[in-house]
């Protein structure tokens, strides 16, 4: 829901729809609360439900079908499969909120981490030089889609389809046909080889908790200044419960033995916490600086936001720098996994990041979704191969299930939107 003020142009409330919660100027207790969410979810608005659902569904089969699913290893397994997706799908949110698409993300951080592990071959730079020329490969890349769709007016799928193609041909000058670089660096190998000591585990979820807090309590003097009315504390708290049950749960698991009778592996890997880092920093500026809604008021209606006095050309300028260089990270956490880089990197992980996205409830078409809700769908998809993997199904049939999933989640995204149309929500 967009707003509109005199000095500050238009702006998105983001902080859990609370005056639909409450009322005007109200404060309504948790059962209030509870028959808006289930008059939005009539209404159309079901947000990441479904994939929640389907994730618990998933979880459950995959378990019952196979007891090596839920084991300390597998967990730690999924979780670093699951890191280069879930970082590529947040990194589309930001330009899947302004309705645009970027098709290039993949072979974007391929060409980067094409450029880089060949830059710290033996003899040449010293890798934080090369991560930073990486990275500004995605800055360039983003620069370049956003000037033709946001300046000349190309559409995205048009200009991201021809880099797509085209930095598949820069892969190959780069690395060379069937050519593949291997010696990567030590830091970045860390990243998804190594893990936390136990004791930092706990220290991860006590600051994420800590910051959570520190900023819902934030966000409720905030509105109370304003005088705009705040949800119940109790919802408040019930969510960071659901968090640190969540998060204990995770890392108390992970903390087990999961090494053999000869070398002891535990720990959180290290992937996990930048993973959310990045999710913490991305979702605090989409819901809470201008920026980020004038992103959400671009993607409800780029026109009103225009007139409203937004910078549209920049705002989508900026968004599909982001992406790209959000894709860079991904890539990073790629080949820290794989630990090489070749000319195919990244040719198909983008259409997985869209359906990450898409399946966690990001709307296809523009100003609905959130960062939490592409890694939710990363993660259903992560699940999605890592189970079928288990049971050894072909690469083909795991396809063929993933891309079942994404067409029914555009369904419901689609069906959704007709119904909020129709009932006004």
């Not at 992406?323 to 990073?332: D, E, M, Q, R």
């Not at 083909?396 to 939107?417: E, I, P, Q, S």
């Amino acid at each position: 829901m967009s707003t509109e003020t005199e000095n500050e142009g238009p702006k998105v409330d983001v902080v859990d729809d609370a005056p639909s919660l409450l009322g005007k100027g109200g404060h309504g207790g948790v059962g209030d609360a509870v028959r808006s969410y289930l008059q939005r979810v009539r209404g159309g608005d079901m947000g990441p439900l479904p994939a929640v659902g389907g994730l618990v569904v998933l979880v459950v089969i995959f378990a019952a079908a196979n007891p090596l699913f839920l084991t300390e290893r597998n967990i730690a397994n999924l979780f670093t499969q699951a890191a280069p997706l879930v970082t590529l799908g947040m990194a589309l949110v930001f330009v899947l909120l302004l309705g645009e698409i970027d098709l290039s993300a993949g072979v974007t951080f391929g060409v980067a981490m094409g450029v880089f592990v060949k830059l710290t071959q033996p003899g040449g730079m010293s890798w934080p030089l090369a991560l930073l020329l990486a990275l500004g490969i995605g800055v360039a890349v983003g620069g370049f889609i956003g000037f033709f769709v946001a300046r000349i007016g190309v559409p995205s799928f048009v200009v991201s389809l021809g880099l797509f193609l085209g930095l598949q041909g820069v892969m190959l000058v780069i690395i060379g046909a069937g050519g593949t670089y291997r010696l990567i660096p030590s830091p970045i190998r860390a990243i998804q080889n190594q893990n936390l000591p136990p004791w930092a585990g706990w220290t991860m979820l006590a600051v994420v908790l800590g910051v959570l807090y520190a900023v819902a309590l934030l966000d409720r003097r905030r509105r109370e200044k304003s005088g705009a009315p705040n949800p119940p504390a109790t919802i408040m708290y019930a969510k960071l419960g659901v968090i640190a049950v969540l998060g204990a749960f995770v890392v108390f698991y992970l903390n087990q033995d999961r090494g053999t009778a000869a070398r002891s592996l535990e720990g959180v890997p290290i992937v996990v916490p930048l993973v959310l880092l990045i999710l913490m920093v991305g979702t605090y500026v989409l819901d809470r600086t201008r920026f980020g809604r004038y992103i959400y008021a671009i993607g409800g209606n780029t026109e009103a936001a225009r007139r409203a006095g937004v910078n549209v050309t920049l705002v989508k300028w900026s968004a599909f720098v982001v992406c790209s260089v959000l894709a860079v990270v991904a890539g990073i956490f790629t080949v820290s996994k794989v630990g090489s880089a070749d000319a195919a990197m990244g040719r198909e992980i983008v259409l997985s990041g869209v359906a990450a996205a898409v399946v966690g409830g990001v709307s296809l078409f523009g100003g609905r979704g959130r960062l939490v809700h592409a890694v939710i769908g990363a993660t259903v998809i992560a699940v999605i191969t890592n189970g079928m993997g288990l049971l050894k199904f072909s690469a083909g049939a795991n396809l063929a299930v993933t891309g079942g999933v994404l067409v029914l989640a555009a369904t419901v995204d689609a069906l959704a939107r007709k119904r909020s149309g129709a009932t006004g929500v």
